[in-house]
């Protein structure tokens, strides 16, 4: 069963900074058939994308979060990384990762449970 694992949040006061991961797992993965997302939500808020990653290695940033966040992948370990600093109060929500997986019967989505970013004021 294909799954998508987040870890690495955490409460931080502003400023700081915080390493999200999202681990894919499951199957076997080729570099160039998993794609990746990172979303947020926060409270009374909808879902929005922060940032991502395709299967051919392209990244896009919300907005919001460029010059702040970093996103990367380490295709040894199926897995990918936001680095986030300079945290602001803003950017306090419920992280998800967002996981397309492409293969010869078609493209599949999967979402990790979230993890929790508080940043402080």
């Known amino acids: 069963q294909v799954q998508f694992v987040e870890s690495g949040g955490g409460l931080v006061q502003a400023g700081g900074s915080l390493r999200l991961s999202c681990a894919a797992s499951g199957r076997t993965f080729s570099p160039n058939t998993i794609g990746y997302g990172w979303y947020r939500q926060a409270p009374g808020k909808q879902r929005e994308l922060v940032a991502r990653i395709t299967s051919a290695g392209s990244i896009n940033y919300a907005d919001s979060v460029k010059g702040r966040f970093t996103l990367s992948r380490d295709n040894t370990k199926n897995t990918v990384y936001l680095q986030m600093n300079s945290l602001e109060p803003e950017d306090t929500a419920l992280y998800y990762c967002?996981?397309?997986?492409?293969?010869?019967?078609?493209?599949?989505?999967?979402w990790g449970q979230g993890t929790q970013v508080t940043v402080s004021s």
């Open positions: 967002h996981g397309r997986v492409r293969d010869a019967t078609g493209e599949y989505d999967y």
